[in-house]
């Protein structure tokens, strides 16, 4: 726990720093296509630390996860694929390499947005399932990419948004909450972190 908390200690840092926008930005953005953790610990932090800016780390925040779903997107349509719709060795790689992200998983996926389209892009933005099997599988499946972005920017500035509302305005209480009941709640992040990618597979 003292790692997690040095962590916790040092992503609040940024919100006095300059390149505390810079840092939320990247990682929303990696977020949305390839890395595994959400930027929401750091936008808490870096609203905690300067409420004035919440609704600007929000946007940031909202941005970079719609650019960074365009790039997954992008990924889907342009290097997914190899010769006779197999699968190329970039995507062998997703597949070996990023949890949560299976073969029967992305087939799987095929079938919700056959079904839902609109919706379960909008639900992977907004909760937390692994954002970028969506965003991958919306270009692998040519999914339409007006209701993509419209889904994703969204969800995504319901989510982020709602959170930076949250902290601006209970900030105090909660900081005094989360520095208390620090331990117990870095637990209860990793296992919501991780039950992303177990509901996924589970599931659907």
């Known amino acids: 726990m003292k790692f997690i908390r040095n962590l916790y200690d040092w992503m609040l840092h940024w919100a006095e720093t300059p390149y505390g926008p ?10 949305s296509s390839f890395f595994p953790i959400p930027p929401d610990a750091l936008l808490i932090a870096l609203v905690l630390g300067a409420r004035k800016k919440a609704f600007k780390f929000a946007l940031n925040c909202t941005v970079a996860s719609v650019l960074g779903a365009l790039l997954g997107y992008a990924i889907g349509h342009f290097v997914w694929w190899g ?15 990023i949890p949560g992200f299976t073969e029967n998983i992305f087939y799987k996926v095929q079938g919700l947005y056959e079904e839902w389209n609109f919706w379960i892009v909008f639900t992977a933005g907004f909760t937390p399932i692994p954002y970028k099997v969506f965003t991958i599988s919306a270009g692998a ?3 339409n990419l007006f209701l993509f972005v419209l889904a994703s920017i969204i969800s995504r500035a319901g989510r982020f948004f709602l959170v930076a509302a949250l902290i601006w ?22 296992v919501l972190l991780i039950g992303g990618f177990v509901g996924i597979k589970y599931l659907f």
């Not at 810079?22 to 977020?31: D, G, K, R």
């Not at 010769?83 to 390499?97: C, H, I, M, P, Q």
């Not at 305005?169 to 990793?190: E, M, Q, R, V, W």
């Open 22 to 31: 810079i840092a939320l930005f990247i990682l929303a953005f990696a977020e």
């Open 83 to 97: 010769g006779e719709r197999e699968f190329s060795n970039f995507a062998l790689f997703f597949f070996n390499n």
């Open 141 to 143: 499946f040519e999914i």
């Open 169 to 190: 305005k209970f900030g105090d209480p909660i900081k005094s909450f989360i520095d208390k009941y620090f331990n117990l709640l870095a637990i209860a992040f990793t």
